[in-house]
């Protein structure tokens, strides 16, 4: 009996195997206005991908078009928003749909913070943090997996922080919610790997941005006045890493200490953050 012919033998892959080509992609990504989502954006634009950027500020979003105007992939559109509102994100959805003709990636790097105890911190701060910085990602992706699924080798990007693995005191809100997002992370990856969607977190350590200066409430405290990798670069390497189909990036030496001490060393963490804490009496 004659063997069927080989391409009958079994399907062929779905995507590309080793490297995601980002050329002509179609990306929505949060956050653009500033920091680490203004750097993506302004990565993705130069390699060729049509980017839908959004934040809350019109007029950065206004300039990061114009940047872009002349990149393989500018200018790009953009839509300024609330991206805790339901309605906004449906809208963004529906916007990528019509003004790009669908959607491959999403970048989701809107976030948010607060310092201060929690037992003083009001019930609005945790709401106000779990929107912006967990809620809002989980369900742009929810309501853009439609999009996704017909999408060309599509994938999301979450930008969580290496507070995900181990928190530090007077971060309750911010480490709460960032322990969330790696574990939807790690949820998604499984669930929609039969859809062919790829999903890659990026756990940011000391990162130049403007974190601190839209806090919700408290101050920035003295520990954390290290210095920080450039947002630049963080893009650069977070885009490597969607090329290169990682699941997990923690960009900078800073990062990947952190994640490797909580892994293996969680109580002197712990110690060392107790001892920080009384000698600033932030806690007192």
């Known amino acids: 009996m004659m063997s069927p ?45 049509r980017v839908l950027a959004t934040g809350r500020r019109g007029e950065r979003l206004a300039a990061l078009a114009e940047e872009t105007a002349g990149m393989a992939g500018g200018p790009l559109l953009y839509e300024a928003g609330d991206i805790t509102s339901s309605a906004f994100r449906r809208h963004l959805i529906d916007l990528a749909n019509e003004q790009l003709g669908g959607l491959d990636l999403i970048v989701a790097a809107a ?5 201060g105890s929690f037992r003083d911190a009001s019930p609005d701060t945790l709401a106000g943090i779990m929107d912006v910085d ?29 507070l995900g693995y181990h ?65 630049v670069r963080t893009a650069r390497i977070i885009v490597r890493a969607l090329v290169w189909r990682r699941r997990e990036v923690l ?17 002197l963490i712990d110690r060392a953050m107790m001892r920080r804490t009384r000698r600033s009496g932030l806690l007192s």
């Open 251 to 267: 960009p900078g030496w800073r990062a990947k200490g952190f994640a490797f001490a909580a892994r293996l060393f969680p109580r």
């Open 134 to 162: 967990f809620v809002a990602p989980a369900e742009l992706v929810r309501v853009a997996l439609p999009a996704l699924r017909a999408g060309h080798d599509p994938a999301i990007v979450l930008v969580g922080s290496i």
């Open 167 to 231: 928190p530090l005191p007077l971060h309750a809100e911010y480490c709460a919610a960032k322990a969330a997002v790696r574990s939807l992370a790690g949820t998604l990856r499984i669930e929609l790997a039969e859809d062919g969607i790829g999903v890659l977190l990026a756990s940011l350590g000391p990162t130049e941005s403007e974190f601190w200066n839209h806090l919700l409430t408290g101050r920035r405290p003295s520990w954390s006045r290290g210095r920080a990798m450039s947002a």
């Open 5 to 49: 012919p080989r391409d009958t033998m079994r399907p062929a892959p779905r995507w590309p195997r080793w490297r995601r080509q980002l050329t002509g992609k179609r990306a929505l990504i949060t956050g653009a206005s500033s920091g680490v989502g203004r750097a993506v954006a302004l990565e993705l634009a130069r390699r060729g991908v």
């Open 111 to 115: 976030g948010s913070g607060a310092i």
